[in-house]
């Protein structure tokens, strides 16, 4: 008995000299909240990364967004061979599908009317040598936006932040953007992540985000999958500019930056594009700026109203006139039907 009493002492004092060596803990600031990803094991965390993210406030796991099927709105964009929007079309040129089952579209709507935009800027230290490059598309997408669009700038590295909203000119945005220098690694998908929950309380129905990134992506805590699904749920357009080195031997991120790009694009009825000449990506970006403004929004009334939260999905089929030559129609390829 006298011996076990030792050993109590000595864990008890072992326990108080450990408290006494843990730092203080200071109480944190009101501009960041810690946030943890969801569904994310221990044992696929990455190594000597943080289990917590410092991201900005109001930032909160978001639940899966549903669409009212009373009427579902289908954004469309159609482009020639040139990769040019095709305009001038009229109701009668396009076919809408749920499922199998022809839809009789009831609202047809083309006009440039403003949208809410985010502006996602890759400032890692692999965009070092692109990031002359990356601030002249931001000048050339600005100057085909339209003056009423609502819309936010988020640059990321090791984590997002937002640098800047509608409140500020282009000129305090490119002011910005001159005083950072690229560096640290890239959390692509927390950006993105961010961006959807502002996209939350965006002032227009009509959403888009544009990424300019080289697509490589080694420091986020949300992964692809999770990000993914909240972007195909998401009433959110999400268009990207690939930058990408001609040279051969690339990091695996950049050699991957394409693919990663598609996967979050593809499912909003966005697009990547990438751009392997620098040179052209200010074109490229005033390029985006136009289509996201080129848009036909086709409205319907399922004939399946069931609100059973089931993914729905829509074909759209567009039919030009002979002289419009071969179209690609770009759109959300379904939505989930939530209750009421």
């Not at 996602?120 to 003056?147: G, Q, T, W």
């Not at 790009?261 to 966005?270: A, F, Q, W």
């Not at 074109?283 to 993914?311: C, F, Q």
Request: with cysteine; glycine share 6%; proline share 6%.
């Amino acid at each position: 008995m006298p011996r076990v009493w030792f050993y109590l002492r000595v864990v008890a004092t072992l326990c108080v000299a450990a408290l006494l060596c843990v730092p203080p803990v200071h109480s944190q600031s009101t501009d960041e909240v810690h946030i943890v990803p969801r569904n994310l094991p221990d044992q696929v965390k990455p190594k000597g990364i943080p289990t917590t993210i410092d991201i900005e406030p109001n930032l909160r796991p978001m639940k899966p967004m549903r669409v009212d099927v009373d009427l579902v709105l289908v954004p469309v964009t159609v482009t020639d061979a040139l990769n040019r929007p095709v305009m001038g079309l009229e109701k009668q040129n396009f076919n809408l599908y749920e499922g199998e089952q022809q839809q009789e579209i009831i609202h047809f709507s083309s006009d440039d009317s403003p949208i809410s935009i985010g502006l996602l800027l890759d400032l890692s230290k692999s965009m070092v040598n692109k990031y002359v490059i990356e601030r002249a598309a931001v000048e050339a997408f600005f100057h085909n936006a339209n003056p009423q669009d609502d819309y936010f700038v988020i640059a990321f590295s090791d984590r997002p932040r937002v640098l800047a909203t509608s409140t500020q000119s282009i000129d305090d945005i490119q002011q910005k953007l001159a005083a950072d220098n690229p560096e640290g690694d890239t959390a692509l998908l927390d950006a993105v992540y961010l961006a959807l929950a502002k996209m939350r309380s965006a002032r227009y129905s009509r959403r888009a985000l544009l990424i300019i990134s080289d697509g490589g992506d080694n420091h986020s805590r949300y992964g692809m999958k999770e990000v993914k699904s909240l972007v195909q749920e998401a009433n959110v357009e999400v268009y990207a500019i690939g930058i990408f080195d001609s040279t051969f031997f690339r990091s695996f991120e950049e050699f991957m930056g394409k693919r990663w790009l598609g996967e979050i694009t593809d499912v909003t009825g966005g697009r990547t594009i990438a751009a392997g000449d620098l040179g052209k990506v200010p074109e490229i970006a005033a390029t985006v700026s136009r289509e996201m403004r080129s848009e036909y929004v086709l409205g319907y009334r399922p004939h399946n109203a069931k609100r059973d939260g089931k993914w729905r999905k829509i074909r759209v089929q567009v039919n030009p006139s002979p002289s419009a030559g071969r179209v690609q129609a770009y759109y959300k390829r379904g939505y989930l039907a939530g209750p009421r």
